[in-house]
């Protein structure tokens, strides 16, 4: 039974044009992820939605955005991709934000895998 | 920010063998987790460690951490060609190091 579901596997666009990457999950968790990953890399945080409270890494450039409609879905937008921008792109949850010593095990989706031409 | 360091990059070994990777973070935790990922998946949990505790077990899966060290390492004991995947640490910031890529030939 999926839990993250990361649309679509396999995404390819054309340098420049806008691209968006869909999350979503049947956790009901109130925390989702988005994460970069390049070859042979660590996964690398951009930004997290604890609910609707947007937190963005000081170091994710602002041609990344995201959105949360709902509990289940999340989106990455990328407004002008780039050759830099191919990467895999993970979602994950967790039932509750990092933090103060809190635990929070992770869910990952499957990941995007995204080609820039 | 990049807060753990996995070592060594990559390990091969034949099945059966046991397999050690280490990772070393740079701030206090609270909490650190291990991670694995198979080629062009999804990350899966296996194993979490508190700053309070120095050795868990989990299955094949022995934890260790020492926090006057700012280390901690994954033993996968008995390994199997299925153990061939990449493996990250986690600090309580949902900061991931660059992980080792175990390969366990059959």
């Known amino acids: 039974d999926a839990m993250v579901i990361q649309n679509p596997r396999y995404q390819v666009t054309q340098f420049g044009k806008p691209v968006t990457l869909s999350c979503s999950q049947t956790?009901?968790?109130?925390?989702m992820y988005w994460y970069q990953q390049k070859s042979s890399q660590a996964p690398k945080l951009l930004f997290h939605y604890y609910d609707k409270d947007f937190n963005n890494e000081a170091d994710t450039p602002d041609n990344f955005q995201s959105r949360r409609p709902n509990t289940s879905f999340c989106f990455l937008d990328i407004r002008s991709p780039g050759l830099g921008d191919a990467a895999m792109y993970l979602c994950?949850?967790?039932?509750?934000?990092f933090g103060q010593g809190r635990l929070q095990t992770q869910y990952f989706g499957p990941g995007t895998r995204l080609l820039v031409l | 920010s990049q807060q753990g360091e996995e070592d060594p990059q990559a390990l091969s070994i034949q099945e059966g063998e046991n397999a050690t990777m280490n990772c070393s973070y740079k701030t206090s935790i609270n909490n650190l987790q291990w991670y694995r990922q198979n080629s062009g998946r999804g990350l899966v949990h296996l194993i979490l460690?508190?700053?309070?505790?120095r050795e868990k077990h989990s299955g094949r899966l022995r934890v260790t951490l020492d926090t006057s060290k700012k280390s901690s390492s994954l033993l996968i004991t008995a390994s199997r060609a299925a153990d061939t995947a990449s493996y990250f640490c986690?600090?309580?910031?949902?900061?991931f190091g660059a992980g080792t890529r175990l390969t366990v030939k059959p």
């Open positions: 994950a949850t967790s039932r509750d934000q």
């Open positions: 956790l009901n968790h109130n925390v």
């Open positions: 460690i508190r700053s309070n505790e």
């Open positions: 986690a600090t309580d910031d949902m900061r």
